[in-house]
Nanobody, 122 residues
Framework: VQLQAFGGGLVQAGGSLRLSCVASGRTFSNYRLGWFRQAPGKEREFVSV????????YYADSVKGRFTISRDNAQNTVYLQMNSLKPEDTAVYYC????????????????WGQGTQVTVSS
């Protein structure tokens, strides 16, 4: 699976962005799809995941209620709608795909996109 993320940019605090990640290669619907982020000097952290069917989603506590993940299997795309953005959301955001179960552990994801920069100004 090849993943390409885009949609990042510069936004003021309180604003919104929608990230997209387009997949190609193997059957998209066989994978759960997650978003992670990495800020300068920090480890990569889990943001959200949507399971294969799209029926189950999970979020990090830091983004719960502000971010929404969704997937469109027909378009081979996963989205991350980010609202009420805060300066601490500033990071490079990565999409990832993994088989089977798993939520937050990045080691359970086999494929990664190249990342897209999100910068939130105060």
């Amino acid at each position: 699976v090849q993943l390409q993320a885009f949609g990042g940019g510069l936004v003021q605090a309180g604003g919104s962005l929608r990230l997209s990640c387009v997949a190609s290669g193997r059957t998209f619907s066989n994978y759960r799809l997650g978003w992670f982020r990495q800020a300068p000097g920090k480890e990569r952290e889990f943001v959200s995941v949507v399971m294969r069917s799209g029926g189950s989603t999970y979020y990090a506590d830091s983004v719960k209620g502000r971010f929404t993940i969704s997937r469109d299997n027909a378009q081979n795309t996963v989205y991350l709608q980010m609202n009420s953005l805060k300066p601490e959301d500033t990071a490079v955001y990565y999409c990832a795909a993994g088989p089977g179960l798993g939520v937050q552990d990045p080691r359970t994801y086999d494929y990664w996109g190249q990342g897209t920069q999100v910068t939130v100004s105060s």
